[in-house]
């Protein structure tokens, strides 16, 4: 059977047992006393009402025999009517409940108004064969001829019990199949989340190694334009000078000494294409000194008034780490003078419990940090993301401090040796 059948059955069920729970409440509050009935007419009444009515009724003694019942109570016990009649109320309750019953019993009056039973608690019956069954019962006091009587309504609850149950158990299946649905998409999702970490991780170690090779490209590039194209230009340049002092056409003057300025600008070109490819000063005197370097060309060049501040001392640190650093300043100095319309920027780096603190902030316009993906622009070539990718790839922390008219502060943390362990090694 369907659920949606059984619930279908269960409020036919429970419709069924409402229009006989209102019957049997009409029954038990009529009052068949002599004032109003006598006689004749007042057993015909009643014998009327037994056997017109459409559930169980018994009329129950004052000393709890049964003296009258109709067809359904009659079929719903299973005794013939000459087993019926006398028979202690008692008997067609279960014995475990006989004691409490007949005391309920006893103790109920004639003054006792009308209720219903089982209505918030369980109630059984028992067949003549043995078997039980639940029930709802109605209780109303009757006198008649000055003795008290009792009408009792009985509605047979079996069915509604049974969809009842079957509705609680189709509740607890859907229960614990909505609790293994659960634990699935819940493994599912840590499944995902692992998997996504996963490939986060190779991503980061992806373009940890592009970044690795791409400096390594930017200082082959950089050694080949010093090394051998220097060194070209060099020759070239001593090759016109000597011809310079030899030439003694007048025409020719003027040519050559154009050629030797031409051979001085490129040499000044080479040199910030190879700075700019891989600054000397971070492979030979280190991070602290590049930065200088790099912030003293910046305050040439700009409107800019520039604070450093660092407390890295003598010892280095490791290449990737120097060379990080570097380039996220020199990526934020770039978007600051781009976009920031700023005044004053604070550069300041630190060491301090095996961890590289370095702060970039400008006091400029800002911008949304919600806007921070979509926004390419605002982050430049590289921009930021490029730079958080570089502090992720090292288990570092990179943080963008911002709002409109606010300025912006990049913090980066980068976790390195102990110095201990550095100057040892």
Request: one cysteine or more; proline letters at 4%.
């Amino acid at each position: 059977m369907h659920a949606t059948e059984i619930l279908a059955e269960a409020a036919s069920v429970g419709a069924i047992a409402e229009r006989e729970r209102v019957a049997a409440q009409q029954v038990v509050t009529m009052q068949l006393d002599g004032s109003v009935l006598s006689g004749k007419a007042k057993d015909e009444l009643a014998g009327l009402i037994l056997k017109t009515i459409a559930e169980a009724v018994l009329v129950v003694a004052a000393d709890g025999r049964v003296v009258g019942f109709n067809a359904k109570a009659s079929a719903m016990f299973g005794y013939p009517d000459d087993a019926f009649l006398g028979l202690s109320v008692e008997a067609l309750i279960p014995e475990r409940f006989r004691r409490k019953h007949r005391m309920m019993r006893e103790g109920f009056s004639a003054d006792s108004p009308p209720r219903m039973m089982g209505s918030n608690r369980d109630l059984y019956a028992l067949r003549r064969d043995g078997s039980e069954f639940p029930v709802e019962a109605g209780l109303g006091p009757m006198i008649a001829d000055g003795d008290a009587y009792v009408i009792v309504s009985l509605v047979d609850m079996t069915a509604r019990k049974r969809a009842e149950e079957e509705v609680l158990r189709l509740n607890a299946r859907m229960a614990d199949l909505l609790e293994a649905r659960t634990m699935v998409l819940e493994d599912t999702r840590q499944t995902l989340h692992a998997r996504t970490l996963e490939l986060r991780d190779a991503l980061a170690r992806l373009a940890d190694a592009e970044r690795r090779k791409a400096e390594q490209e930017r200082k082959r590039l950089s050694l080949e334009l010093h090394d051998e194209i220097g060194q070209q230009l060099t020759a070239l340049s001593i090759n016109f000078e000597m011809i310079h002092r030899r030439c003694t056409d007048p025409a020719a003057a003027v040519p050559i000494r154009n050629a030797s300025e031409i051979i001085k600008g490129l040499f000044a070109s080479i040199r910030e294409i190879v700075t700019q490819l891989r600054p000397p000063q971070l492979d030979d005197l280190g991070l602290p000194a590049a930065l200088r370097w790099h912030l003293d060309r910046v305050r040439q060049t700009s409107f800019l008034k520039i604070t450093f501040d660092e407390n890295l001392g003598d010892a280095r640190l490791p290449p990737d780490v120097e060379m990080s650093c570097f380039r996220i300043v020199q990526e934020s100095i770039t978007n600051t003078l781009r976009h920031a319309s700023a005044r004053v920027l604070e550069v300041r780096i630190t060491r301090a419990s095996g961890q590289i603190g370095l702060s970039i902030s400008d006091d400029g316009v800002g911008f949304d940090a919600d806007r921070l993906g979509a926004d390419n622009d605002r982050c430049g070539h590289f921009g930021l993301a490029g730079m958080r990718e570089r502090v992720l790839g090292m288990q570092g922390r990179f943080a963008v401090i911002t709002a409109p008219g606010l300025g912006c502060r990049i913090q980066v943390d980068i976790p390195v040796a102990p110095l201990t362990d550095q100057v040892a090694s």
